[in-house]
């Protein structure tokens, strides 16, 4: 008999909190996390100097990494995708990767104002965690028009979480 393996999807604003909430995730048992920013910083470290670079690279690395993780999912080990699922497009390549109901797909989608992710852009670029690029408030601002928030007829069992009130447990 299989083990039930999940793919976890991540959606929301840049800066909304889903990398946090990725390593939340990730702390499970037989649960590996792939982090897009990490992958991207040791696979094309001096390719990524605007928006239309990181797409490319993105969907290198996607082309790349998809059938490791179906092996994964296969195999019982549920995986944590640390990328941006902001568009119906890129939810459902990671649905794909689920085959035939070998693997749930859960999207998060994290729910967040521009303001709360822009105080949070600007929190993340001071720390600089591994894999991360300094980002503009202008940044911010021309990638966030491309967000598209999920839809039911997506077929993705989704899960929202309240950025704001994540960033209020946060700072206690």
């Known amino acids: 008999m299989e083990k039930e393996s ?5 959606c929301g604003k840049l800066a909304s909190g889903k ?3 990725a390593e939340e995730l990730a702390a499970e048992a037989s649960t590996v996390l792939i982090s897009e920013d990490l992958w991207l910083s040791k696979l094309f470290p001096d390719e990524i100097s605007g928006f239309q ?11 790349a990494i998809g059938q490791h993780v179906q092996g994964l999912l296969r195999e019982g080990i549920s995986v944590v995708f640390d ?11 990671a649905k794909s990767l689920c ?6 797909c859960v999207l998060h989608y ?13 929190r993340r670029n001071e720390q ?7 980002t503009t408030v202008g940044d911010f601002d021309s990638i966030t028009k491309y967000f598209v928030p999920p839809s039911p007829n997506e ?11 994540r960033h209020q447990n946060a700072e206690r």
Request: hydrophobic share 35%.
């Open 155 to 165: 077929g993705l069992k989704v899960q929202s979480h309240d950025a704001a009130s």
């Open 19 to 21: 990398t946090t909430l």
């Open 110 to 122: 994290l729910e967040a104002s521009d303001e709360l992710c822009k105080l949070q852009l600007l």
């Open 83 to 93: 990328f941006a699922g902001n568009t119906p497009q890129e939810r459902a390549w």
């Open 128 to 134: 600089r965690p591994e894999g991360s690029q300094v």
């Open 53 to 63: 670079d990181y797409l490319n690279c993105s969907a290198r690395l996607r082309s």
């Open 6 to 10: 999940t793919l976890h999807v991540l």
């Open 99 to 104: 085959g035939q109901g070998r693997a749930q």
